[in-house]
């Protein structure tokens, strides 16, 4: 039998040693608990989470298990994930040791348990799930509660944020912590290389995370004009010239004020780190000018 191919990732090859350690077959519930658990408690950071229906849950995680198990790796049903290959020996001693001893810390919590524990610790992955209420005692669920309301804004804001540089469960959460309600994209062409920042997967999983997803491929600036932008005096003349067209594409920009009158809590998102590098700039300083909307730069 052929062996299967090598995970290219570290974190795959993390998540098929955790699995081995944990006994090698895991509800999925559990198996994201414990490799949460994993990069809170040790040294390691392949994963990131959001709050999500049963609790802290990181896409990117997924889909490495998806994949891995395309590759021979893993076998998952409804339910519950298998491990079919043993991968222990690709770690290093240390490595191995660490994460040794947080499987064995947590080898008798599972399930209900397990949830309870994560839940009680780590009360803000807890604030979008089903079973919370269920799983904890009173004066827990009421902490849960306590940090679901501190998320709710109380003003009206345009938020602009861009991808560069975070993970996709990094990115939702600052949209969840600032209680971002409406994400519009102002991606002419709203794909990505890295995971989670393509239309396919915001449109599908932002709703699930009670953020709604708009492309507005009206504010979008078309490629062949975002080409060698080397220097500051490059990114000035392309602004220049997008903020000239601003007044032509007025039909979006007020659905963009009825939005943020409907939603209270908007942002646009785009591809780069800083406000400054990203057109987005241009359309939060004309809104915000124009009709005295308040403007935060994630």
Known sequence: MTAPIKPKYYRQRFLL???ELAGGRLSKMDFQKLLFLSQQETEFSYYDFVPYYYGCYSFQAQSDID????????????????LLEKAVASMAGNELAEISQLANKYKKYRGSKLIRYVYENYPYYATRSKIAEDVLEESSYKIVKKVKKKLQGKENVLFTIGYEGLSFEEYVNQLIINDVRLLCDVRKNPLSRKFGFSKGILSRVLPKLEIEYLHVPDLGIRSENRKQLNTASDYARLFKAYKK???HKEDSLQMLVKLLDRHDRIALTCFEKHHGSCHRHCVSDYLGTENN????HL
Do not use: H, M, Y
């Not at 395309?70 to 519950?80: D, E, H, I, V, Y």
């Not at 909307?293 to 935060?296: D, H, P, S």
């Open 245 to 247: 067209s601003l007044p």
């Open 17 to 19: 040693i955790l699995l």
């Open 293 to 296: 909307i308040k403007v935060v």
């Open 67 to 82: 994949l891995l198990e395309s590759r021979g790796w893993l076998r998952t049903g409804s339910k519950n994930i298998q």
